[in-house]
Nanobody, 120 residues
Framework: VQLQASGGGLVQAGGSLRLSCAAS????????MGWFRQAPGKEREFVAT????????FYADSVKGRFTISRDNAKNTVYLQINSLKPEDTAVYYC??????????????WGQGTLVTVSS
């Protein structure tokens, strides 16, 4: 599966963005999907994961309550809605996929990343 992330940009603190990740290839609904981010000078960190149906999600504590992961299997797309943005959310955001129906924290396929910059 190939992944293409989009939706990043420059936004003021307190603002919102919706990131999208379009997947190509068959059986998108058979993949767990996730979002990660990598801030400048830091290691990549887990943000959120969603199971095959969208019925189960899990978030990093740092984003819980502000970020929402969702998916549209008919459109082969996973989303990350980011609200109440903070300067510390500035990072390259990556989507990822892993074959399997449950939540996942290690992934096989990665997108190219989309940059989110939050100004104070």
């Amino acid at each position: 599966v190939q992944l293409q992330a989009s939706g990043g940009g420059l936004v003021q603190a307190g603002g919102s963005l919706r990131l999208s990740c379009a997947a190509s290839g068959p059986m998108f609904s058979s993949y767990s999907m996730g979002w990660f981010r990598q801030a400048p000078g830091k290691e990549r960190e887990f943000v959120a994961t969603i199971n095959w149906s969208g019925g189960s999600t899990f978030y990093a504590d740092s984003v819980k309550g502000r970020f929402t992961i969702s998916r549209d299997n008919a459109k082969n797309t996973v989303y990350l809605q980011i609200n109440s943005l903070k300067p510390e959310d500035t990072a390259v955001y990556y989507c990822a996929a892993r074959y399997g129906l449950g939540l996942a924290f290690e992934y096989t396929y990665w997108g190219q990343g989309t940059l989110v910059t939050v100004s104070s």
